[in-house]
């Protein structure tokens, strides 16, 4: 053999080291193929970025990891949804929180309705409310119906009860000008518990939220062409939430989870929290 390492002008050992780096970087990335099929076990659509940020391998980059993945079959084809859910009310409160800043928890939630499928003019309706800070979800509600007291009532409420009455002072609750945000009953809830209530005229005003019914939406929920009961479908969502709440990372959090960057901050001073702007 050492005629052809000397035609093709390597050495023996050059060519058995090459090998040896080959049969490592293979063996690396079936490891990484693997922790990504048991992450996509649990998140189904989640991005290949996403993934990355839980794996963290230590002798691969970020890019060269997203592109293993992707020729690997990891490529999520996103849904797009155009059906209208909310309907504008008589009654509009100004936007409050247009250029805010915003530097701790419980300080802005913004909340928003979307439609499940379920099959041919099927449909459950999921009412979300976030906290903006730290992106977890507060409340939410999975209705058959659009009006007020099956959707945004029921999701409030339940966001209420898990803070304190301190908390919930001077706390803005922010949405679109669905008519479900602006009926008497929400109207009495804002000041019982005041929190001062805002609205965005545009799609664009109220962002925050209609990332987050994509994110759930197009990562987690599919109920389409299932016969999907509503008490089984509201298990489900409780499960979904846990999960997006307690394991999905997200980029502005610096790739910590929601519940995980509540913890974080409440550690720190007031100084060297983060600082989100609104810029809508």
Same mark, same amino acid.
């Given at each position: 053999?050492?005629? &052809?390492?000397?035609?093709?002008?390597?050495?023996?050992?050059?060519?058995?080291?090459?090998?040896?780096?080959?049969?490592?970087?293979?063996? /690396?990335?079936?490891?990484?193929?693997?922790?990504?099929?048991?992450?996509?076990?649990?998140?189904?659509?989640?991005?290949?970025?996403?993934?990355?940020?839980?794996?963290?391998?230590?002798?691969?980059?970020?890019?060269?990891?997203?592109?293993?993945?992707?020729?690997?079959?990891?490529?999520?084809?996103?849904?797009?949804?155009?059906?209208?859910?909310?309907?504008s009310g008589t009654r509009w409160y100004v936007n409050r929180i247009s250029?805010?800043?915003?530097?701790?928890v419980n300080q802005l939630w913004v909340s928003d309705i979307t439609y499940?499928?379920?099959?041919?003019?099927?449909?459950?309706?999921?009412?979300?409310?976030?906290?903006?800070?730290?992106?977890?979800?507060?409340?939410?509600?999975?209705?058959?119906?659009?009006?007020?007291?099956?959707?945004?009532?029921?999701?409030?409420?339940?966001?209420?009860?898990?803070?304190?009455?301190?908390?919930?002072?001077?706390?803005?609750?922010?949405?679109?000008?669905?008519?479900?945000?602006?009926?008497?009953?929400?109207?009495?809830?804002? /000041?019982?518990?005041?929190?001062?209530?805002?609205?965005?005229?545009?799609?664009?005003?109220?962002?925050?939220?209609?990332?987050?019914?994509?994110?759930?939406?197009?990562?987690?929920?599919?109920?389409?062409?299932?016969?999907?009961?509503?008490?089984?479908?509201?298990?489900?969502?409780?499960?979904?939430?846990?999960?997006?709440?307690?394991?999905?990372?997200?980029?502005? &959090?610096?790739?910590?989870?929601?519940?995980?960057?509540?913890?974080?901050?409440?550690?720190?001073?007031?100084?060297?929290?983060?600082?989100?702007?609104?810029?809508?």
């Open positions: 053999m050492q005629w &052809l390492y000397d035609m093709i002008g390597i050495s023996k050992q050059a060519h058995y080291k090459r090998l040896v780096s080959q049969s490592r970087e293979a063996e /690396v990335e079936l490891s990484i193929i693997d922790a990504a099929q048991k992450i996509r076990k649990q998140h189904p659509f989640m991005g290949c970025r996403k993934i990355y940020s839980l794996i963290k391998p230590q002798s691969v980059g970020r890019d060269k990891t997203e592109a293993m993945l992707l020729s690997n079959g990891f490529r999520v084809t996103r849904k797009r949804n155009y059906r209208r859910t909310t309907y250029g805010t800043l915003i530097t701790d499940i499928s379920l099959g041919y003019n099927k449909f459950y309706y999921l009412t979300l409310i976030q906290d903006l800070y730290s992106r977890k979800i507060k409340g939410w509600q999975l209705s058959a119906g659009m009006k007020a007291n099956q959707t945004v009532i029921p999701a409030y409420q339940q966001a209420i009860a898990s803070i304190s009455g301190s908390q919930q002072k001077g706390l803005i609750f922010h949405s679109d000008k669905g008519s479900q945000y602006s009926t008497k009953e929400m109207e009495q809830l804002h /000041v019982d518990n005041g929190v001062l209530p805002s609205m965005g005229g545009k799609a664009w005003e109220n962002a925050h939220a209609e990332s987050l019914n994509g994110i759930l939406k197009n990562e987690y929920i599919n109920f389409l062409g299932s016969s999907i009961s509503l008490s089984q479908g509201r298990k489900m969502i409780e499960r979904i939430i846990k999960r997006y709440n307690d394991q999905r990372p997200h980029g502005s &959090l610096k790739n910590m989870k929601p519940t995980e960057f509540e913890t974080f901050v409440q550690n720190l001073d007031s100084e060297q929290k983060p600082i989100f702007k609104i810029n809508y």
